[in-house]
T-cell receptor, first 115, second 113 residues
């Protein structure tokens, strides 16, 4: 059983650029959530995907978007990067069954630095 | 708004001793889950223990146990026989029903040999 894999592990981008972060879900999981963890803070929910559709979103602007693929892997895209987007981005997968979500398995995150 | 408060930014404990990390939360829900996650320098969030709100019995996982006080909306984590490997950031998290996790700001735990 594989865990959650995120790539890349570290990334440096320039303000105004676009970035794509990737996440491979744990085998058997059908739901993926993305969180932003700023330095010294707890993770903040960005959005969640279930069966390739977004089914929940936190307080993040539209320039944060995502995709979930048929194999349940996922991408997080951020357009027009701002300095405040510098953070650790965590992906978590889980298994949703009858509208109930079981426990989450987290990846090790992507550290994004915007300069 | 649903919030999770961890009032101790940093804690330290001697190896083999016991330490308690505090967490309070604000909710009007009756059906929810509570979690403690550990985040070591590797950055991966590791589930330590979980508690269903409808269960009155406090959850226990080996050296880790919780004191769940539903009326007071308190959910503290006790680590017994602390080990050097317990040093990490600890996050309390709350999930009402089927919604995403809401995290506190974390407590940095140091273990002194």
């Amino acid at each position: 059983e594989t865990g959650v894999t995120q790539s890349p592990t570290h990334l440096i981008k320039t303000r105004g650029q676009q970035v794509t972060l990737r996440c491979s879900s744990q085998s058997g999981h059908n739901t993926v959530s993305w969180y932003q963890q700023a330095l010294g803070q707890g993770p903040q929910f960005i959005f969640q995907y279930y069966r390739e559709e977004e089914n929940g979103r936190g307080n993040f602007p539209p320039r944060f978007s995502g995709l979930q693929f048929p194999n349940y892997s996922s991408e997080l895209n951020v357009n027009a990067l701002e300095l405040d987007d510098s953070a650790l981005y965590l992906c978590a997968s889980s298994l949703a069954f009858r509208d109930r979500v079981a426990g989450y398995t987290f990846g090790s995150g992507t550290r994004l630095t915007v300069v | 708004a649903q919030t999770v408060t961890q009032s101790q930014p940093e804690m330290s404990v001697q190896e083999a001793e016991t330490v308690t990390l505090s967490c309070t939360y604000d909710t009007s829900e009756s059906d929810y889950y509570l979690f403690w996650y550990k985040q070591p320098p590797s950055r991966q969030m590791i589930l330590v223990i979980r508690q269903e709100a409808y269960k009155q019995q406090n959850a226990t996982e080996n050296r880790f146990s919780v004191n769940f006080q539903k009326a007071a909306k308190s959910f503290s984590l006790k680590i017994s026989d602390s080990q050097l490997g317990d040093a990490a950031m600890y996050f309390c998290a709350y999930r009402p029903g089927n919604t995403p996790l809401v995290f506190g700001k974390g407590t940095r735990l140091s273990v002194i040999a």
